[in-house]
């Protein structure tokens, strides 16, 4: 059985009148990259928060295992400080440090020890703060968005990197983000958020396989047994992507074709899909 890194029943986080995440259960696996996914506003940092224990949950219920350090955009960096004083400092604040790993992660991307926080560029700060996120030994790292102002060549590195100290520990990595195009070849797992409600989650080669789109003459319905995630119609053409359990390499009658679907084709589907269609 697959490890579970962040298990929630029913959680709940209310702001006054509104619901910004409700009747929300989901397990998430270990030692995975999980992209967290959803429109502005529909609960992701509110639910990094909850399970970094600086946000009560309003109800339900939420379990991690071990060390969880949360990373949103704005840096915890003290801009007088060196890069240097920066990984003293994390050292001091955690009860478990690895310098090793802190030192291996600026050496990766270039940043010099020596300079004040204030005198990098936006981008540098962020490997700063990585660096002193991944010191920590996290069991859990959640990464609010941090890397929203890293170039994209950068960004690339980054999640190419974070791939590569999943691999070779047993952390599990949350990042979340609403940048679709950018989420090829990210996670291991997707995990979907609409207005505080789990729309999807699973693991992303078996969601992939899972999801067909059709295209054929102008229907009401798609030709396979299954769930309608999106329909879109012209004058002459339907277009349907469907949750089936025959996969997009199973044959449709013609002039039906049936076309495999992208990480970022499936999470469009989703999120275009009105309120309800296409909940699991
Ligand atoms: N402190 C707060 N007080 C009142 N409402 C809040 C507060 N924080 C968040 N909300 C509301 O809760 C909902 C979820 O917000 P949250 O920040 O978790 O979403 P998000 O998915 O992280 O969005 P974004 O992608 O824009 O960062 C939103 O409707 C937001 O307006």
Same mark, same amino acid.
């Given at each position: 059985m697959t490890e579970v890194a962040l298990e929630t029943k029913n959680l709940g986080k209310r702001y006054k009148k509104l619901?910004?995440?409700?009747?929300f259960t989901v397990a998430l696996p270990a030692n995975k990259v999980i992209a967290l996914v959803g429109a502005n506003g529909a609960g992701k940092s509110t639910l990094m928060s909850i399970a970094a224990g600086i946000l009560p949950a309003t109800e339900g219920e939420l379990h991690v295992e071990g060390r969880v350090v949360l990373l949103s955009q704005?840096? %915890? /960096?003290? &801009?007088?400080?060196?890069v240097a004083d920066m990984l003293d400092f994390g050292r001091h604040m955690n009860a478990v440090w690895d310098q090793q790993r802190a030192l291996s992660w600026l050496g990766r991307f270039g940043i %010099? /020890?020596? &300079?004040p926080c204030g005198k990098l560029s936006g981008g540098q700060q962020t490997q700063v703060a990585m660096a002193v996120a991944l010191g920590a030994r996290p069991s859990l790292l959640l990464l609010d968005?941090?890397?929203?102002?890293?170039?994209p060549v950068a960004r690339r590195e980054v999640t190419g990197e974070l791939l590569g100290e999943v691999a070779d520990s047993d952390m599990t990595v949350v990042l979340s983000t609403h940048?679709?195009?950018?989420?090829?070849?990210?996670?291991?797992h997707l995990l979907l958020l609409r207005e505080g409600h789990r729309t999807l989650d699973g693991d992303v080669e078996e969601l992939l396989s899972q999801h067909v789109r059709l295209v054929g003459?102008?229907?009401?319905?798609?030709?396979?047994e299954g769930r309608t995630v999106l329909s879109q119609h012209t004058e002459r053409q339907s277009t349907f992507v469907v949750r089936t359990?025959?996969?997009?390499?199973s044959p449709v009658a013609p002039p039906w074709q049936a076309q495999a679907v992208t990480l970022e084709d499936l999470v469009l589907a989703y999120l275009k899909a009105g309120r309800g269609e296409g909940e699991l």
């Open positions: 619901w910004a995440l409700k009747d704005d840096k %915890p /960096l003290y &801009r007088s400080f060196s %010099p /020890l020596d &300079r968005e941090p890397l929203a102002n890293l170039d940048v679709v195009a950018e989420l090829a070849g990210v996670g291991d003459p102008r229907a009401d319905r798609p030709p396979v359990l025959l996969g997009p390499e």
